[in-house]
């Protein structure tokens, strides 16, 4: 099993840029599958990104073309580079690793994001 730390949230206005991190320790990091996912209060939690231990990534439709994720397997870390932010990207954002699928396995404690003027 793998323990992840997620940072780099915070706030940041309309049309801005952040970049989450999320520290894996505890097992083979580049075998992984890796996500980003995000909850909004009084939604579900819904997939934001995922990039396979070959480097093969997958967004969620209202993110394409905004948000990149990436990994560096020598640091065991994953990120998700943020741009044009908008309001309704304002959510809990929780890292994610398995060895088979997106959505199992281990949880980051997740990091907040607000997007707001």
């Known amino acids: 099993q793998v323990q992840l730390v997620e940072s780099g949230g915070g706030l940041v206005q309309p049309g801005g840029s952040l970049r989450l991190s999320c520290a894996a320790s505890?097992?083979?990091?580049?075998?992984?599958?890796m996500g980003w996912y995000r909850q909004a209060p009084g939604k579900q939690r819904e997939l934001v990104a995922g990039?396979?231990?070959?480097?093969?990534?997958m967004y969620g439709d209202s993110v394409k073309g905004r948000f990149t994720i990436s990994r560096d397997n020598a640091k065991n870390t994953v990120y998700l580079q943020m741009n044009s932010l908008k309001p309704e990207d304002t959510a809990v954002y929780y890292c994610?690793?398995?060895?088979?699928?997106?959505?199992?396995?281990?949880w980051g404690q997740g990091t907040q994001v607000t997007v707001s003027s």
């Open positions: 994610n690793a398995d060895t088979m699928a997106l959505g199992r396995g281990s």
């Open positions: 505890g097992s083979i990091f580049s075998t992984y599958l």
């Open positions: 990039i396979t231990s070959g480097g093969s990534t």
